[in-house]
């Protein structure tokens, strides 16, 4: 079992800045892939950026040289810095885990963050 806790979401101007932490727990261990994934009003869940164990990173088009994700093996957390928000980035955001032998998948409790224009 793996457990994902979130902080970091909130309300923010456009053009402004966040960052989003996701510490995990637990059975982490062998190859794995975290990542953060959002669920904007009324829409279905869109991958936002992964990062493997071995450290490469998977964007989305609509973040890409705005987000990056980055971890800390240290403190099994996953942190993605949020730049250049705009409303179109207004979602909850999920931390996910996946463990590549046998498949296992884990998603934290979410977070929301609003970007206003």
């Known amino acids: 079992q793996v457990q994902l806790v979130e902080s970091g979401g909130g309300l923010v101007q456009s053009g402004g800045s966040l960052r989003l932490s996701c510490a995990a727990a637990g059975s982490i261990f062998g190859l794995y892939r975290m990542g953060w994934y959002r669920q904007p009003p009324g829409e279905q869940r869109e991958l936002v950026a992964t990062?493997?164990?071995?450290?490469?990173?998977n964007y989305a088009d609509s973040v890409k040289g705005r987000f990056t994700i980055s971890k800390d093996n240290a403190k099994n957390t996953v942190y993605l810095q949020m730049n250049s928000l705009k409303p179109e980035d207004t979602a909850v955001y999920f931390c996910?885990?996946?463990?590549?032998?046998?498949?296992?998948?884990?998603w934290g409790q979410g977070t929301q963050v609003t970007v206003s224009s």
């Open positions: 990062i493997t164990s071995g450290g490469t990173t």
């Open positions: 996910n885990f996946y463990k590549v032998l046998g498949k296992e998948n884990y």
